[in-house]
């Protein structure tokens, strides 16, 4: 498991104190996952279910309290790490005052890039991320999707096998976040390993390989995006929009096969329940990993 | 001020430097260790030992390209936000400054001197905020604003990031400080009156060792005190045996000049002697001294012709190579040669009398120089320069180290009292320690001041016996000799003097001393800071 493994993290926590050190928020407690080499993995929770600390942890910006992480094989605070990741912050934070050129060949000799590569690399990028317009204004006349667009620029700028992206389609637009998640399934394909954390249901749905739903800093779920959906009591036919009577027939069919119809509608977005539900579980029972139906039943029936 | 500073003593001061940061890293060594020890438990020794091994390699292979990345960005940085602003004030200084410096009134050599210190002076107090508030600003808003962030996640090494700041900084004020001075140079030459134009220069005195003769010539510790309350100067009683001797050392024939009025070779000497009269003698007439030049070894004796002394002015007197002499022995003229028959091994004495009965000549051991082959003034000033240029890299060392760990507006007011202290304290801390204040240990002094006993009283017999109280004061002295030495004695930098008043400055007695304390305080902030970004979270909270 470990060879495969990009991430490993164990029984990682972090607790934030005040000034004096008391402390204030437990904002991941005891978690333990792996993300593998070559797949989108997503971090999923509600707003400050500890995401963005888990990241910062894995980047070394902030010391874990307890636990340990390995990334690429080495320590957190190592900062050979950081030759082959990309990071994508929260909100892009960057230099204002400088201009998305400037930007790019900045971050460029941050990894000793010769100038003509960074010039080559700026470029490709300044056009992927659709910001040729505006290479020479500086980043504070820029818009908050702009800011996006360069912040991942930024964080490619390496090409690097590990990317960490923090809310990557916040603040884009509909285009914008149907090019993100292009991008995403690219970097996958190129055999890069992304890991992006979210709270847009619809955006880990189209892209991850494998989630984890963390709520209150814990992890409650943790698998393959289609294990987690999939209802095993539940069939699903879709189709493209049917007449009246086609309907009707296929209601009689299902009630000659002593089939229960329960809803024939457009399907809406299956996470989205996953996830209410789950939220709505943990917020019932704190503490404990979220057991699906079926789980609980298949325990049951063991006991 | 006294232009007869002492050349450094590079051996010494290494050593004092060495004592100085050892004794600090092996403090924060053990008090790193032992905070590791309570904070990280078990883990923490390990902990401890892979951070000391990180910081090596992190301060050792530090990426000159990283490095001057980061210094660019700083430069554009200052740029942009308009640092740069700070030329505004300097041209609105300099374009009203010759308005009320310009004092008719006052003698030409006078203005020269005021127009040079106000150069300066500019300079410096428009530079010294400036690099003060950039460097202390820096860091913490780019944490603040988590940009940071962005650049920790690329291979930086956070001693890269302080050093680049750093370096950055120090750009930025190498520039404004350039393009200054270069304005003030020419500003200076332009605003002197014609007439002075000559004084321009930049004088390069040897000074000698100064003892004393009494009136029968016999050795004493000074000359007459003539009542003044400050000793500096030592009175030399007129046409009696009293005289002064200066003996100097290192002496050779380069130091010849050719003397405009004979054409020929000659050692030009300066003095800047007072007079006392205790007659009105010739009312309009000045004093009159004379030089007696001594072989320190065989005791040959020449006498020069008699000189005015001129007080408040240069009183030069030009000694040639081949001295006419009259030998009082075998009463005839003779002709010596200076350093054929007077000097040795580059030594030379040279004695100075008054010559008028019952008045006085007050000397002092900068009073009397011999000056070497002038060098151009801008010599002095652009060393004056290059002293502000110090300091200026001194505060921005110590800004970014204070912004590693405090965020802008404390690290602002740290510095600033430290500059405060730095200027101000640092002579008061001095005398305290080599004894020169009277008065006792702190709590010594805490005890006095509850009796309200003065220093000067005897100590109480109980206070004598106390070990205790000597024992604690001797570590509270222990302890302001460490913090002398941690706050950098900011008057160091300032060269001014020496090239408002036409010396050149020195550099072993000057501007190495200011070279070495900066780089002496730029090693250990660089691993304070180091250690200090490395070990904190850069969340700004
Ligand atoms: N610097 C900080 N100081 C104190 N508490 C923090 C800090 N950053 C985040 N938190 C708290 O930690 C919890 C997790 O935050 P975060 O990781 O940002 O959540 P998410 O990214 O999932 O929205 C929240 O309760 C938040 O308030
Ligand atoms: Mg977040």
């Known amino acids: 498991m470990s060879e495969n493994a990009v991430i490993e993290i164990r029984n990682l926590t972090k607790i934030y104190r005040d000034f004096w050190g008391r402390p204030k928020v437990r904002a991941v407690n005891s978690l333990s996952l792996d993300v593998n080499k070559g797949e989108v993995f997503g971090l999923l929770g509600p707003n400050g279910s500890g995401k963005t600390t888990t990241i910062k942890m894995l980047l070394g910006l902030l010391f874990p309290t307890e636990g340990d992480i390995r990334i690429l094989g080495k320590p957190a605070t190592d900062v050979a790490k950081n030759e082959s990741i990309g990071y994508l912050p ?45 290479r020479r204004r500086q980043l504070k006349e820029y818009s908050k999707g702009m800011t996006r667009r360069i912040g991942l620029a930024q964080a490619l700028i390496n090409n690097p096998q590990l990317v960490l992206l923090d809310e990557p389609t916040s603040g884009l637009d509909p285009i914008g976040t149907r090019e993100m998640k292009d991008l995403i399934l690219k970097l996958k394909d190129e055999g890069k390993t992304v890991v992006m954390c979210s709270h847009l249901l619809a955006d880990v749905q189209d892209v991850c390989d494998r989630i984890a739903i963390l709520y209150n800093g814990e992890l409650k779920q943790l698998g393959m995006v289609e294990e987690l959906l999939a209802s095993q009591d539940k069939t699903q036919i879709v189709s493209s929009t049917l007449s009246d009577e086609a309907i009707e027939e296929i209601k009689q069919v299902i009630a000659k096969h002593h089939g229960n119809l329960q809803e024939i509608s457009s399907p809406t977005t299956s996470l989205e329940e996953l996830f209410l539900q789950t939220v709505a ?23 | 001020m006294n232009f007869d500073a002492k050349p450094m003593n590079i051996p010494e001061a290494l050593s004092t430097w060495g004592l100085v940061f050892g004794s600090i890293l092996v403090a924060s060594l053990a008090i790193g260790f032992i905070l590791a020890l309570v904070l990280g438990g078990k ?30 960005l700083t430069l554009k940085e200052a740029i942009r936000r308009k640092a740069l602003l700070v030329f505004v004030v300097f041209a609105v200084l300099f374009m009203f400054g010759g308005w009320f410096l310009s004092n008719t009134n006052s003698r030409e050599e006078l203005q020269l001197s005021v127009y040079v210190s106000f150069v300066l002076t500019s300079i410096g107090w428009l530079i010294f905020p400036v690099a003060l508030i950039l460097a202390c600003w820096g860091l913490p808003e780019d944490i603040r604003l988590r940009s940071l962030h962005t650049v920790v996640t690329k291979p930086v090494r956070r001693s890269e990031i302080v050093l680049g700041r750093i370096l950055g900084f120090v750009g930025v004020g190498t520039f404004v400080v350039g393009i200054m001075s270069v304005l003030g140079y020419v500003w200076i030459i332009r605003q002197v009156p014609e007439n002075v134009k000559s004084r321009l220069i930049a004088r390069v005195p040897v000074y000698g060792s100064l003892d004393f003769r009494d009136r029968q010539g016999e050795e004493a510790e000074s000359g007459v005190n003539t009542g003044d309350i400050n000793p500096y100067r030592s009175y030399i009683e007129g046409a009696s045996k009293a005289r002064a001797k200066w003996t100097f050392d290192g002496l050779s024939p380069s130091d010849l000049q050719i003397d405009p009025e004979t054409g020929k070779p000659a050692l030009l000497v300066e003095n800047s002697f007072q007079a006392f009269r205790t007659h009105k003698g010739v009312i309009d007439e000045v004093l009159h001294g004379q030089y007696t030049l001594v072989n320190p070894e065989t005791d ?91 300091m200026m890299v001194l505060i921005v060392v110590l800004g970014v180290t204070a912004s590693t760990f405090v965020k802008g507006p404390v690290a602002t007011i740290l510095l600033f009292t430290l500059i405060l202290v730095g200027t101000g304290f640092n002579q008061f801390m001095n005398d305290i320690l080599s004894g020169e204040v009277r008065g006792a240990g702190l709590i010594e002094s805490g005890i006095r001041i509850l009796n309200h ?20 004061d001797q570590v509270f002295t222990g302890l302001l000799w460490g913090i002398s030495h941690v706050i950098p004695n900011f008057n160091i930098f300032s060269f001014k003097a020496y090239t408002a008043n036409g010396f050149d400055v020195p550099m072993m007695a000057a501007v190495m001393p200011a070279v070495f304390m900066v780089l002496g305080f730029f090693i250990p902030c660089l691993i304070l800071g180091y250690y200090s970004l490395k070990l904190r979270e850069l969340e700004a909270k």
């Open chain 2, 43 to 72: 883990r923490g020794i390990p902990r401890f030992f892979e951070n000391l091994g990180e910081g090596l390699t992190d301060l050792i292979r530090m990426s000159p390209k990283r490095v001057g990345a980061i210094a660019n």
């Open chain 2, 453 to 472: 006993g003065n220093p000067i009283v005897e100590k109480p017999d109980s206070l004598e016996e106390s070990v205790a109280v000597q024992n604690v």
């Open chain 2, 300 to 390: 040959l004796r020449v006498s020069l012709p008699q000189f005015p002394v001129y007080e408040f002015r240069q009183n030069l007197a030009w000694i040639p190579e081949e001295l006419e002499y009259y030998n009082e022995e075998t009463q005839q003229t003779e002709t010596r040669n200076l350093f054929d028959d007077l000097v040795v091994d580059g030594k030379l004495a040279v004695e100075a009398r008054c010559v008028d009965v019952g008045q006085f000549l007050g000397m002092a051991r900068p009073d009397l120089f011999i000056r070497l082959p002038d060098r151009p003034f801008a010599s002095s000033y652009f060393k004056s320069v290059f002293g502000i240029w110090m």
């Open chain 1, 90 to 134: 929260e909100e892009s934070y960057l230099y204002r005052f400088l201009n998305a050129e400037e930007t790019l060949d900045f971050y460029g000799r941050l990894f000793s890039m010769s100038p003509a590569e960074r010039k080559q690399r700026a470029d490709e990028l300044i056009k992927m991320v659709g910001l040729d317009k505006a």
């Open chain 1, 281 to 303: 579980e943990s917020q019932a029972r704190p503490g404990q990993r979220f057991v699906s139906e079926s789980e609980q039943k298949t325990a049951e029936s063991k006991s």
